[in-house]
Nanobody
Framework: QVKLVESGGGLVQAGGSLRLSCTFY????????MGWFRQGSGKEREFVAA????????PAADSVKGRFTVSRDNTKNAVSLEVLRLEPEDTATYYC??????????????????WGQGARVTVSS
């Protein structure tokens, strides 16, 4: 059974940066496309970034383009999300997700089969 565990959330001042990590357990990581989503208080879960099995990033969400970078290390069964120039609007719980590759990483939550427990990011102004 696949299990995803996020780490790296926390409280950051606006303009700051942090790195979220997600470790994949229980399957063949190199066969799974990986995604990052976030959900703010009272908001729907939204796509942030995704990366294919070969390490090719999908186009990021417009709200984070140029500030968030997704990467993966297939030797460590891990995917990361580096977030720069954080804004209060980035405050949310960030989730990593996985689905078996079908050619390109999904950009909607329904594409994904497995989800982590979430990492809370709070950006103070």
């Amino acid at each position: 059974q696949v299990k995803l565990v996020e780490s790296g959330g926390g409280l950051v001042q606006a303009g700051g940066s942090l790195r979220l990590s997600c470790t994949f357990y229980g399957g063949a990581f190199s066969s799974y496309d990986m995604g990052w989503f976030r959900q703010g208080s009272g908001k729907e879960r939204e796509f942030v970034a995704a990366i294919s099995v070969s390490g090719l990033p999908a186009p990021a969400a417009d709200s984070v383009k140029g500030r968030f970078t997704v990467s993966r290390d297939n030797t460590k069964n891990a995917v990361s999300l580096e977030v720069l120039r954080l804004e209060p609007e980035d405050t949310a719980t960030y989730y990593c997700a996985a689905h078996e590759s079908f050619g390109m990483p999904g950009r909607t939550a329904s594409d994904y089969t497995y989800w982590g427990q979430g990492a809370r990011v709070t950006v103070s102004s």
